[in-house]
């Protein structure tokens, strides 16, 4: 740096983790690096509401089996209600020394009806209750996914049934290949999205057995009722086995798996945006609300939104990759490197909230131009398949032959730089005589759409009973 | 190189793409470059047998539906039988110049039938037949997958049952921490490969929908009857939008994810061999068959298949990642750079049919020394918690105070050097005076894991319980 | 499957691995699984120029340092060269039951001349041969990669010569911004690849270190001169620590890494040509030898090689993430795991190779047509900001004032559907009166290219000279 | 969740974020999740002192090459030192709706100086000025992770001298093969940390050119000075192409990748500290400071630290993979998209730097058990190769009848559950009369690595004079 007033840099936002000494010595002592490199609270305070759930189901299994005293149960319950009001209101002191969400609770629980705390962490120990909040948090998070995956949907089917009869060019190669519906085009994201909503209700479903009562590892001597626990927290089960319940975050990838999919997903019609709302294209356009603009050019609107939606895949993939990479290779039961499970789960939720929240809103936001949708799909010859298709079924033709002519009146029609209906019938004749008047109508972008009745195909017709029956499958 | 007479190396494998020319030059024109980066003949051959069965569903289905005569029909079907024969047999002589699979076949059959042939591909389009294909070989795939992980399962529960009894240390942080069944071990790994089908199942029930008759993006203004196709070819119903259905390849996608999180149970477990089998440690043995020896120490095993399950989890994971990022960012509906959508499914269907065979293999070959893990289990004080529990339960110890005897006590045995069952009586009572003989029943291993009798914990009633009802669930 | 009579598919490609019995059993035997992930004679063939000449070097070694006779390493350097010649011809037989390349190679040496074979092994193993021969490999592969990157370069600076004056729309965020030099943009390729042959150049050097000697982990008694193995073998010296020299892979993880960034390149510029070679943008036309057509629609030119360079980024990245998977957590020295270590890499240079030969052949092959990039670059008012600067500088206008004229008439300009320099003076005079004539030579695309002289900019007389740079420093 | 006063989890911890509205939909209108989704502000403030300095420089040169009045020069230069001085004190007030860190520092800079602020943006872009912002804080990030790889080179080479001739058994395969002094072993990891210093060198050294002046993307008519602010900053030249300036991230891919190689050797020795530590083998023993211990098992110390250290890799090399990811298929020139670069980057520079920490911190905490390690190293028959040597060197057999000799007394030794040494004269002589007492010596742990004396090996001797070479190299 040429400047040597400015301060080292490159170091962790966190102020209180920042000094001169760190350049070679990254904290004063051991004990500082263990408490940053150990402690878990900077984000797994995330999970105080499961937490707080969790003991409270733990605490009225307890009672119910006698195995600690009604009243200290009371006071347990009571003081964990006390808590999770305070972490609410953002009253609560979160503290390094007690490490984590589970020592920051517990040791406030002490601090607030004294002694009787210390009974709640009878019969189970952090492993299993980590294990718990971390199923639980993710359980809700997918429930929260579900909602936005079917709000994006909702906004593809309405916007697709407005744009049943939009024709748009259909690519393949990014090279005009078929006119399809606009309509039609939205609705096969609706299809991508509804396999992502099942991908994460399948995880869902998996992930939802109780690891509590599995203890340290190998289960526990105190006479609990896993099956109590487990149904007071809406599980549909406790796990079968102690080891694997404490051991195991497959869950956990299986999520990461998932939102994975879903991000190329959103990264694949970002992309579309981004090509569409362009100068060159111009098939859509977003509002000032979902771009950036420029102070000197009035008319450009960066689609910054569908950027970063396309750009944070990459974290998403990353993330998914990185926690795979962590459980490779590691032993039963803990080890501490499990640790690393939670952040990039945060961060995918947070990454994909945010992103399916910026697609709902881009898609309700954008305005379609229609003509120069329907421009680009009589560029490019998209109905020479339909006009081979004609001489083929009116004229007779062998396929092979309907090919040829078909060529021959593309390629005049190239070199007079204008479209296939638009030449003249003697030159249409010119090369096949049997051609006559009728033949304009088989070659708009509207009749090649209207043709592909076809289940699943492109036809208006079928498009909008596909919407109807978008509707109620998903919404 | 200092040796001038080496020829080029660092290229293909396949001798006629090496030549001394392409050091510098990849080929001797773009001719050249474009046959080699775009053929996909060289691994889609895979495929034959599904490209087979599509091709027939789909002429049936143009007979039925009066698309094509049934005479035209018996000749394609009679044909295709000849081509399916000659590939399985090794007769078939496979073509670059024809590019892929379907070419191949395609131009096989003509030559067999004649002009028939061209109509089998009414009505359809490579991008529908190829996403036919490969789901039909994913499926098919998944289902030999499936076999293959219930043999593992198999085999573990066969061995858990063998050693219900059997002490094992259970580990946190590599260190011992209580004892557990080295039954109820095993037990946790049939819980993650339980999932792990359950991954692949649900895979395949999401990917079981038939592309068929998509064409190439719109679908076809032939009355088809996808119903037909997708009922043939075992598929539980046509794909709802023909771009979707040519488009996506979420399905790849989902099961190389499921392989991902196979790929890391596995490599787990695979570390764990390698640990056990290790002179140090010598808890299991692996006969030759699985071990590769060394011609001067005879007692070397090197578990050389472990630790290559274990390395298989790379690329396993890095096929994941690749072809997510493929995918990322590609408009609709089709471009060539699905082609590589592929390889990574094959590679990764290959090594993880390879590294099942060869765990269910040393699963079914190991010999168990319970005597080194009992005295494994015996070092370490694993009997401590119990200890401290029996102070709480018999001599109504507070925990804390019963927290703070052990500690004493398991300093004394500590600095004598020998396991807490082995401290003389007169030692327990120097430190709490109201200890008995009757103490040391409880600590021993088989005391403290006889203990844990809570659901999904390693009381060996419970894991006898879990074995019969891992039969149930699994087998 | 529908039908029965479909073989079991899904299995390797190779056809002695294929069996019935395999649909859940992979092979007939531990044995046979064994053989099937223990060897490596597959892949590690490739190595066989690099194993003899490294077995040469050793072999002059031995008989300078009276190890073994002088009349034993002439036959063993004579039988060393025939076994070259034999593979080199294709005559060779490689044997699966010898497992690795070096195997092969020894066990035909030991047919060959007899007894005085076996000491060529003397005081190395395995482990340091496969580490020597990898990097000889590899050295190799970067030193043909340079040459590629170097021909890539060649064909972008020829190009970038010819296009120094054609004006392309310079685009940020997909958006007209700034009118480019077409050189000028070809060229930001070239400083890349330029920092990609840095990178191999820079991996290459670290590389070049000799394992041999290090023998199985610890060294050897021999009175053995690595110094000279060195330097017959072209390494700069040999490697200091023999633990290390066995155990890391840390070259080819740095050269993987080295070719995920340049893949990464690649793929940008091949999204390019894919962009740009599109009908709708028709800036770039491929011959057929880059593009695949359709008998039917003559125009279409399906850029499959750019979009297959494209898609390459996910196999090499995925290589790169696989191996260090593999490496990670894994203890010294030799581990199994190691063994796939080879795969990734040969399949990232193939691939690397292909896309630069099909990159530069599409340089080559490339028609730009001037006319369609310019009207493009006067679209999109991307010399308003030149406007601006016109009136800061002529008319000492504020910026903050310049800003709001020049938005006024871009604003005037997008109603009239014109670009700025076709608004007529009374409309420039009704913002901004003492604007005249004077401004429209200003306004045009070629004046604002040309006006961005300071260095490394796009002015053509830049972009000339720049040219004139890159042929020095590249060439 | 069963408890509904729970308040929604899974959300952004940032408190402003959340709100009860969120569940399924994520903001209150597009504009809260544009400005949630596009600012950059919470990350990018730790540029600030780079982004100061940048500024610096360039108010400096535009003084300089009289672009703007001295006055205005020097005002915004006090401007500077005062917004940087308010940031390093922590009373500067960041604002969300500035986006930025530039326009954060630009705005109060206006606050500060008045009109005069708006000139230092003249002849640059944000786009030239984040290049030039994030290059210098790498810079800097990287000279921070030198000092940290050079301590912990400082503390390896302490521990090796130290223990030059503590024996401990060479592991291959887990298995050990040959005994390896502790000090050579330790001296691996010096070359590897070695390599890693010199990537990151290299990389520090390509990264090294200043974007500075390519302004939006296109350079500037304005008559800057691009070696003046490129020399101000301690660049080394300006870079080339004004559009590969503002496009490209390589350096910080190259960064990221020659962190994911250190993270990856980080990881091997985490994992062989995890091992050393365990209570089964007990090489090493970390104090309280490095491990984390249990209120009820004294004996118990949890090696957290190095675990964290294994499974940071995984944080690592996920976000090379993601940052890969994003730059894939990003034509040129600016996309928002890159606004990802920043936070891989900075996690990957915390993870190190604390990873780094913490390895340094327990080479120099550990304690040596030499005893376990010699113990270990002697079982096993380590020095097998060593007897077979000498029956080559001392009684002239061919080394096959060595082997054959050397595995029937291996197999005598195992049998009786002795080591080689350990197994009386005459039963040597059983097999081989003419062996005598002199071969004892040989066989000792000791004699083995003493006499690997070859350049690199593992013999006292060489280790030492490795150690005085290491220090000369890396201190």
């Known amino acids: 740096?040429?400047?040597?007033?400015?301060?080292?840099?490159?170091?962790?936002?966190?102020?209180?983790?920042?000094?001169?000494?760190?350049?070679?010595?990254?904290?004063?002592?051991?004990?500082?690096?263990?408490?940053?490199?150990?402690?878990?609270?900077?984000?797994?305070?995330?999970?105080?509401?499961?937490?707080?759930?969790?003991?409270?189901?733990?605490?009225?299994?307890l009672v119910r089996q006698n195995i600690i005293p009604a009243a200290d149960g009371d006071a347990i319950l009571a003081g964990l209600d006390h808590v999770l009001a305070e972490i609410g209101s953002g009253t609560f002191a979160f503290k390094t020394e007690h490490e984590d969400i589970h020592m920051n609770v517990e040791a406030r629980l002490a601090a607030l009806i004294g002694p009787a705390a210390g009974r709640l962490h009878t019969a189970r120990s952090r492993n299993d209750q980590?294990?718990?909040?971390?199923?639980?948090?993710?359980?809700?998070?997918?429930?929260?996914l579900d909602g936005d995956l079917r709000a994006l949907q909702a906004a593809l089917i309405v916007k697709a049934e407005l744009h049943v009869d939009t024709v748009l060019p259909g690519l393949t190669h990014l090279q005009p290949a078929q006119p399809v519906s606009f309509g039609h085009h939205l609705l096969a994201y609706v299809e991508m999205i509804g396999r992502d909503r099942g991908r994460f209700a399948d995880c869902r479903r998996r992930l939802n057995e109780s690891p509590l009562g599995a203890a340290a590892l190998a289960g526990t001597p105190y006479p609990i009722d896993r099956d109590l626990t487990a149904r007071l927290l809406g599980f549909d089960r406790p796990a079968a086995n102690s080891l694997d319940a404490v051991s195991d975050r497959d869950?956990?990838?299986?999520?990461?798996?998932?939102?994975?999919?879903?991000?190329?997903?959103?990264?694949?019609?970002?992309?579309?945006?981004?090509?569409?709302?362009?100068?060159?294209?111009?098939?859509?356009s977003l509002s000032d609300a979902f771009t950036t603009g420029s102070s000197i050019m009035p008319q450009k609107r960066n689609p910054d939104a569908a950027e970063l939606v396309r750009a944070k895949s990459g974290r998403v993939i990353g993330a998914l990759a990185g926690l795979l990479i962590v459980l490779k290779g590691l032993p039963l039961a803990y080890s501490k490197d499990m640790?690393?499970?939670?952040?990039?789960?945060?961060?995918?939720?947070?990454?994909?909230?945010?992103?399916?929240?910026?697609?709902?809103?881009?898609?309700?936001?954008?305005?379609?131009?229609?003509?120069?949708?329907?421009?680009?799909?009589?560029?490019?010859?998209?109905?020479?398949?339909d006009l081979a298709d004609y001489l083929v079924t009116n004229l007779g033709l062998p396929f092979r032959a309907a090919h040829h002519v078909t060529g021959r009146l593309v390629k005049l029609a190239e070199e007079r730089g204008v479209t296939l209906d638009a030449l003249p019938l003697e030159v249409l004749q010119s090369v096949e005589p049997r051609l006559t008047d009728a033949v304009y109508a088989e070659l708009t972008v509207e009749a090649s759409m209207g043709r592909r009745t076809s289940y699943g195909g492109t036809a208006p017709e079928r498009v909008r009973a596909a919407v109807r029956a978008a509707r109620e499958r998903f919404l």
């Open 251 to 284: 869950f956990a990838l299986e999520f990461l798996g998932a939102a994975a999919i879903l991000s190329v997903h959103l990264s694949r019609f970002a992309e579309e945006l981004v090509y569409w709302v362009s100068t060159a294209i111009g098939f859509v």
């Open 339 to 385: 640790q690393e499970d939670k952040e990039p789960v945060f961060e995918c939720v947070d990454s994909m909230a945010l992103c399916l929240a910026a697609t709902t809103g881009m898609v309700e936001d954008m305005t379609v131009s229609a003509a120069r949708m329907r421009a680009a799909a009589t560029a490019g010859f998209t109905t020479a398949t």
């Open 1 to 61: 740096m040429s400047d040597p007033r400015a301060p080292a840099p490159g170091r962790p936002a966190n102020p209180t983790a920042t000094n001169r000494l760190w350049g070679g010595r990254f904290a004063r002592g051991p004990a500082a690096i263990m408490e940053q490199i150990n402690a878990s609270i900077g984000f797994d305070r995330r999970l105080y509401a499961q937490d707080i759930a969790a003991s409270r189901a733990h605490c009225q299994m």
């Open 130 to 144: 980590v294990a718990t909040d971390f199923r639980l948090w993710l359980r809700d998070a997918i429930d929260q």
